[in-house]
């Protein structure tokens, strides 16, 4: 995270990241048996000397990896560093929970919900892997009558692949729109040489701009570089492809839901 707001050139925001930097505080019943057998179970794989690692080994690698002045560490308990510090943390755009049990995602909502910004998203690491932390997320919810829906995204984690996350974004509810805009403009740039020009027929409802991925977009209709309309009729549309054509576009781009096109 620190580092895409180092690539985007992002000056005033941090990484904020709270942790005893102890390892994690023992599971509760209501953690379910995989957290209990977790924590029994010592000589395990994923047991890593119960998540420990230090304050001072997480600074020496931000700093070796110049991220220092992108990060906040806050150390301690949650129950105490989040009340303490949630005034100096300002709007959250992405929350991040990854503390396993019960207790700690419910400290975490309950004291940094109310900072994420509507559009901003909630991620919560330990849903599917423990009963816990799938109770405090519905609690919660419940609790505030919450209409958020959950998503589950698979991913892989450490080279793992099928590790299983949820999330829900606060407030607007299109960026799967967005992302299917975005894996749209990923094909036309693997699809239209770089430098060419191309027609995009999209009634203007991708709300992309005058370049994609390098790619120079020209709206169909197009007058002074911006969109101008749907065509009147198939004779419009057919001049209108045969000057931009003239005028440099190799391509052209058919999108969903332009339905002009089914129509002539
Ligand atoms: C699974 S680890 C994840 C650590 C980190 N997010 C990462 O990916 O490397 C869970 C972390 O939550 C921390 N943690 C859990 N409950 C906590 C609490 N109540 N207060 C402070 N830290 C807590 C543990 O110390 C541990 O480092």
């Given at each position: 995270m620190a580092d895409l707001l180092r690539r985007a050139g992002e000056r005033d925001r941090r990484v904020w990241m709270f942790d005893s930097f102890e390892g994690i505080p023992p599971p509760a019943q209501i953690d379910g048996p995989d957290a209990l057998d977790w924590a029994t179970?010592?000589?395990?794989?994923?047991?890593f000397d119960n998540l420990c690692v230090s304050l001072e080994e997480v600074q020496r690698t931000a700093v070796e990896l110049g991220l220092i002045s992108y990060v906040e560490l806050v150390n301690g308990p949650f129950e105490r560093t989040l009340s303490e510090n949630r005034h100096r943390i300002?709007?959250?755009?992405v929350l991040r929970i990854d503390c396993d049990w019960y207790s700690s995602v419910r400290c975490c909502l309950d004291n940094l919900?109310?900072?994420?910004?509507?559009?901003g998203f909630v991620i919560f690491d330990d849903y599917y892997a423990y009963d816990g932390c799938a109770i405090a997320v519905h609690e919660f919810l419940g609790k505030r009558r919450l209409p958020h829906r959950l998503e589950s995204v698979l991913g892989d984690e450490n080279g793992i692949e099928g590790h299983q996350i949820a999330l829900f974004r606060k407030g607007r509810t299109e960026w799967k729109w967005m992302s299917q805009v975005c894996r749209a403009h990923q094909e036309i740039a693997a699809l239209v040489p770089l430098g060419s020009a191309f027609i995009l027929a999209d009634e203007d409802k991708?709300?992309?701009?005058?370049?994609v991925l390098g790619h120079r977009r020209i709206p169909f209709l197009e007058k002074d570089g911006h969109y101008w309309g749907k065509p009147l009729d198939s004779e419009t549309a057919i001049r209108e492809v045969e000057r931009l054509r003239q005028a440099g576009a190799a391509f052209i781009v058919f999108a969903w839901p332009s339905f002009w096109w089914l129509d002539y």
């Open positions: 179970n010592r000589n395990g794989p994923l047991y300002g709007p959250v755009a919900y109310d900072l994420v910004v509507d559009g991708w709300e992309t701009g005058e370049f």
